[in-house]
C-alpha cells in the first residue's frame, strides 16, 4: 500500500515522514512537491490549479497509490473533488482538526496567509452543519514572510504567540500544516489543533 501526499513546501515532507515512522511503521509515501501551486492559487484562486492537480495526481494513481492525502489547506477543497476523477480516495488534512473543531463551539483560527482562510472558514461551515458554530480569524502578522525566508524557528515563535494572544475561546485551529509544530511552543490553556497528524491517520484509513 502506497500513500501519496501532496505538497506545496518541501518542509512538509520530513513532518510526515517522522508521523509515518511513530504512528504507521513501514508504510510506503510518496511525496509530490509543487511550490507553484500555491502561488497560483493565490493568484488566481485555488480552481485555476485544478487541472494540473487532476493531472498529477492521476499520474501518482497510475504508479500504484492507493489515497492521496493534500497537506496545503488552500488547495485541499480542490483536491477532494478530483477523488471521483482519478478513482482514489483524495483527502485533504485538515478535515478532520475542523471536525474536531467544530464540536467545541467557539474557533479561533490562525493563519499565516489570508488566502488560507477562506477554504478553512469553508470547511468549517462544511463540518458544523447546523451545529451552531462561532468562528473568529487571525492572520498572524509577519509570520509567511518568515516562513518564506526560511525562519523556522521565527515562523513558529510568532504562531505560538498569537496563540498564545488569544482569548474568549475554546479551540484555536492552526489552518496549515507547517504551523503544527508551533502547538510545543504555546503556553496557553486554549486547546490548540494541528492537522497533519490527524489528516494522516485519516489518509492511512481510507487507503486501506
Known amino acids: 500500500m502506497t500513500l501519496a501526499l501532496l505538497h506545496t513546501s518541501p518542509v512538509h515532507v520530513p513532518v510526515f515522514d517522522a508521523l509515518r515512522d511513530a504512528d504507521h511503521p513501514g508504510l510506503a509515501l510518496r511525496h509530490l512537491v509543487d511550490e507553484d501551486l500555491l502561488l497560483r492559487a493565490r493568484e488566481s484562486g485555488p480552481e485555476a490549479v485544478s ?3 487532476r493531472a498529477l495526481l492521476a499520474g501518482v494513481v497510475a504508479e500504484g497509490a492507493s489515497a492521496v492525502l493534500c497537506t496545503c489547506s488552500t ?3 480542490v483536491a477532494e473533488s478530483v477523488s471521483s476523477v482519478i478513482g482514489v480516495p483524495v483527502l485533504r488534512v485538515d478535515r478532520p482538526m475542523a471536525a474536531a473543531a467544530v464540536r467545541r463551539g467557539r474557533v479561533v483560527v490562525l493563519a499565516a496567509i489570508t488566502g488560507t482562510l ?3 472558514l469553508a470547511l468549517l461551515a462544511e ?3 447546523e451545529r451552531p ?3 473568529r480569524t487571525v492572520v498572524v502578522d509577519g509570520a509567511w514572510a518568515r516562513f518564506e525566508a526560511g525562519d523556522r524557528d521565527g ?3 510568532l504562531v505560538a504567540a498569537a496563540a498564545d494572544a488569544v482569548t474568549e475561546a475554546d ?3 492552526l ?3 507547517s504551523m503544527a509544530d508551533a502547538v510545543s511552543r504555546t503556553v496557553t490553556r486554549i486547546p490548540v489543533l494541528s492537522s497533519p497528524r490527524p489528516g494522516l491517520t485519516a489518509a492511512v484509513a481510507a487507503a486501506r
Do not use: H, K, S
Request: net charge negative.
Open 127 to 129: 463540518e458544523a452543519g
Open 175 to 177: 489552518a496549515q500544516a
Open 118 to 120: 477562506a477554504p478553512t
Open 155 to 157: 515562523y513558529l515563535d
Open 133 to 135: 458554530v462561532e468562528v
Open 51 to 53: 487541472g494540473e492537480i
Open 75 to 77: 488547495i485541499g477543497a
Open 171 to 173: 479551540v484555536i485551529v
